[in-house]
């Protein structure tokens, strides 16, 4: 039998297997299979779409949303709010030792030609972003996309925390604008939200202060949260004393009842953030369908984390915790930054038991008031001091084998006990290492005293 004479559903079936450069060559041979072939193929790969802030992308999103056919497959808008990883002001000489020179090299294209374009589209990108030419088009685009309820900022590069500070601060900057562009597009179609991402697994923050989202669209957004099922905020405090209400923690308030996945993170290099920041946050939530949760580079307190899992806790099947800072309510670290230096056998002694009383406190409450099916946890501090959860039967947990040593898992699917045999068996002790590099300055001010003396620190940690 002739290809061209299979049914539509078994051509869609075959096509499911295929990659989308193979697909087009095969969708090319023929009309009969062109068309066979269409509904399936659009449906697949314009249901989610990824734009970069340049002049060319928003002409290609503008032709997307004026093409009657496309326009209505577009359920998912992603916007890389960042070119070149934040560097818009390089020099020839800095240039020359990128990647991107390399990439120009590669295609043979002259240095100085190549650094003309990157001078060009820098250039293009902050006009855009710096202007009101995204947040207008996304408004025009937003409401030819009808079926259209999913937003989110996907960054192709990471910040790093260990790296210079302009980076983080200009990719934050440009996350900041994009997001700003991306509420007012939805606010002004009144665009109700099922899915929003600040960002994608990289915690490439938005700081709430730089926001430019007027007054009136902060009050008409939040009837258009009340069908959020999946948030993925990610949020930096300026400043200590940075007051917890504001835009970014409204849109968890307001969404809470009707999340089902939930990511929140903090991120403040070298800013001491108050680990009871999320204390007034965490008493408003009032999670109904929450289902899985994601807290990773967060500051919070024991009281603040019950709170947070109060209203969860009857609903909640996942849990990860990653690079987490725990302390107990209101208090300060219990070494201060001048005394980090003595790290080893008196901290030892001296955090012990308030370690183990702490997380056993917090063993206590997952188990006792969860129905968990997992649980994920890795890097997770005490005090700004780093603890090692000892986890004897790994072996039966159901963590996978690919899975780094360092993170401690239960995945009741794979697993051949019980979650409550499996985290009654858990203890936690004063990490013997110089620590993760969490929330908060102390534990930064605490890594560069023990750098100053570290022959002293070695000598401590024996």
Known sequence: MSITRIPTELVNEICSYLELSDWCTL???CNSLYTKSWEEFVN???KSICMSVTSDGLRRLEDLAADEDLRVRVQELWIKPELFKGRYQLSLEAFRRTGHAEACRTMGMDLEECYTQYQAISADHLQILETETLANTLTTCVARFENLKTFGLRSSSKASRHGPKNDLFTIGQDHVLAFSAIMKAVVTNNRRLRTLHTCNGYHNSLTATGLSISQDTQKLL????????????????QSPDENPTNILSEILVEAA?????????????????SPSYLTEISERLNFTQLTELHLCWVEITLYS???????????????????????ENNKPPLISDDEAITLGKRWLGIMK???????GHIFAMLL???SLDYLSMEAIDFRHYPITIMDSLSDVSGKPSSMDSSVTCYDSARARISFREWISKLQAQPSRYLGHN?????????????????PRARRLLR
């Open 27 to 29: 969708r090319n041979t």
């Open 438 to 454: 969490l929330p908060g300055r102390s534990v930064v001010a605490a890594h560069i005293l023990v750098r100053r003396s570290r």
């Open 353 to 359: 038991d308030p370690t183990n009383r702490a997380l």
């Open 257 to 273: 009842p009707s999340l089902k996945v939930l990511t929140y993170s903090q991120c403040c290099p070298n800013r001491n953030m």
């Open 44 to 46: 697949r790969y314009f």
């Open 368 to 370: 006792d008031q969860t």
């Open 222 to 237: 939040p009837p258009l949260l009340r069908e959020l099922e999946d948030l993925h905020l990610c949020e930096l405090a």
């Open 305 to 327: 984390f019950e709170t947070f899992l109060r209203t969860a806790a009857p609903t909640l099947k996942s849990l990860r915790l990653e690079s987490v800072n725990l302390n």
